[in-house]
């Protein structure tokens, strides 16, 4: 169970690395309006990716026998493509906006819950979550076979994304006068440089699984 609980904070915290679309609204929502404005946007990813992972387990408990049969292919696939996204983040700028030009406001019950549908909408949207997290299923061997174990996986992933976006959240709060938006572009060069690390790992794998 524990074991299960691991990988699934694993895959939580990976889906949830900050460079895509929800973390360009989450951070300066988190510099402007502060951290319980950008986290009810990282909460509502957190939602998505949980809805994402029980499809991904359900769907492996059903091609079970097809992953297994094709894990080399699959972990390669996933890891060329894993890869190129760590790549394109290192090399292209992306425009984070600058703090200002988001409009400040005081966070309302009803604003919270807008940030939630926000950051769910965002996520929701970007089908490459669930071909994500299939993949990071298969590279770490989750357990597709017991519901127990399954259900531990699937929470696992939960409580990754969600703390995931609690630390980003408290970082940037608590240390909002430091931050420059070139750190922040750095932030993002080093996430893609995790990016890669894993996706090369994925790949190093399947050559192991082919010999």
């Not at 970007?126 to 597709?144: A, H, S, Y």
């Not at 409580?159 to 750190?183: P, V, Y």
């Not at 996430?191 to 794998?205: M, Q, T, Y």
């Amino acid at each position: 169970m524990l074991l299960g609980l691991i990988k699934g904070l694993i895959v939580g915290l990976v889906v949830s690395i900050p460079v895509g679309p929800l973390g360009l609204l989450c951070i300066p929502r988190t510099l402007v309006l502060g951290r319980r404005a950008g986290l009810a946007v990282g909460l509502g990813g957190t939602v998505s990716d949980t809805l994402y992972a029980a499809l991904a387990l359900f769907a492996l408990s059903f091609i079970r026998s097809f992953v297994q049969a094709n894990e080399a292919w699959i972990l390669l696939a996933g890891g060329a493509i894993i890869s190129f996204s760590g790549i394109r983040l290192l090399v292209t700028r992306h425009p984070i906006r600058h703090p200002e030009t988001v409009r400040s406001k005081a966070v309302s019950n009803a604003r919270a819950a807008e940030g939630v549908l926000n950051g769910f909408l965002i996520s929701v949207t970007n089908p490459g979550t669930l071909v994500c997290m299939l993949w990071l299923f298969t590279f770490l061997r989750v357990d597709t076979v017991h519901p127990a174990a399954m259900l531990t996986e699937w929470a696992g992933t939960a409580l990754g994304s969600a703390a995931t976006w609690t630390f980003i959240t408290w970082i940037i709060s608590t240390f909002k006068d430091r931050i420059t938006m070139g750190q922040l572009q750095i932030l993002t060069k080093v996430c893609g440089a995790a990016i890669l690390v894993i996706g090369l790992a994925s790949a190093a794998k399947s050559i192991l699984l082919f010999l």
